[in-house]
T-cell receptor, first 117, second 114 residues
Framework: GAGVSQSPRYKVAKRGQDVALRCDPI?????LFWYQQALGQGPEFLTY????????KSGLPSDRFFAERPEGSVSTLKIQRTQQEDSAVYLC???????????????FGPGTRLLVL | KQEVTQIPAALSVPEGENLVLNCSFT??????LQWFRQDPGKGLTSLLL?????REQTSGRLNASLDKSSGRSTLYIAASQPGDSATYLC?????????????FGEGTQLTVNP
């Protein structure tokens, strides 16, 4: 497609359940980012991939959060044993057909809204 | 740690008014600064990107300025329209060569009344 897509758009999980959120970046984009946006807040960085390599995962809040991008395109953010404080919108962004173009903007998907009951 | 603050948190104006949104950041060692727009239930749309060496960028009715040394940026919207109603987010990218993450402010929720 023309833009970044994410699925599912909405997810309701019971506390303790595992969830998997998918991101399809813009075709050919090298960089992929995950952000978490709590209600009324700005997005906060979670993790960053360059192709299949996870170069920065310092924003992941706990070891219950895991992200992968095995073939350098689609990425999955997995949250194990979900807790109520995990409720947020999870945004995916991609950028840069060429690694060296750091000035290029990040293109964001519509997000997955996760509600943990 | 970089912190980004946006003022005001919310703003309601009548149609046609010119307005200014403010963004400040604590670490002036940035690579660039971006202004985004976020509509309810949707992702972020980039409005303007200012490199650290630039002072301002313009796109249509939007003008963004950057004073890197003082850690401030403003987004000026001229002749506001109801369609401008959205949340506006400011984000900075760090200056170190390996830095790619964006640090966002909490946003300004703008309502333009017809």
């Amino acid at each position: 497609g023309a833009g970044v897509s994410q699925s599912p758009r909405y997810k309701v999980a019971k506390r303790g359940q595992d969830v998997a959120l998918r991101c399809d970046p813009i075709s050919g984009h090298v960089s992929l980012f995950w952000y978490q946006q709590a209600l009324g807040q700005g997005p906060e960085f979670l993790t960053y991939f360059q192709n299949e390599a996870q170069l920065d995962k310092s924003g992941l809040p706990s070891d219950r959060f895991f992200a992968e991008r095995p073939e350098g395109s689609v990425s999955t953010l997995k949250i194990q044993r979900t807790q109520q404080e995990d409720s947020a919108v999870y945004l995916c962004a991609s950028s840069s057909r060429l690694i060296v173009i750091r000035a290029e903007t990040q293109y964001f998907g519509p997000g997955t809204r996760l509600l943990v009951l | 740690k970089q912190e980004v603050t946006q003022i005001p948190a919310a703003l309601s104006v009548p149609e046609g008014e010119n307005l200014v949104l403010n963004c400040s950041f604590t670490d002036s060692a940035i690579y660039n600064l971006q202004w985004f727009r976020q509509d309810p239930g949707k992702g972020l749309t980039s409005l303007l990107l200012i490199q650290s060496s630039q002072r301002e960028q313009t796109s249509g009715r939007l003008n963004a300025s950057l004073d890197k040394s003082s850690g401030r940026s403003t987004l000026y919207i001229a002749a506001s329209q109801p369609g401008d109603s959205a949340t506006y987010l400011c984000a900075v990218r760090p200056g170190e060569t390996s830095g790619s993450r964006l640090t966002f402010g909490e946003g300004t929720q703008l309502t333009v009344n017809p």
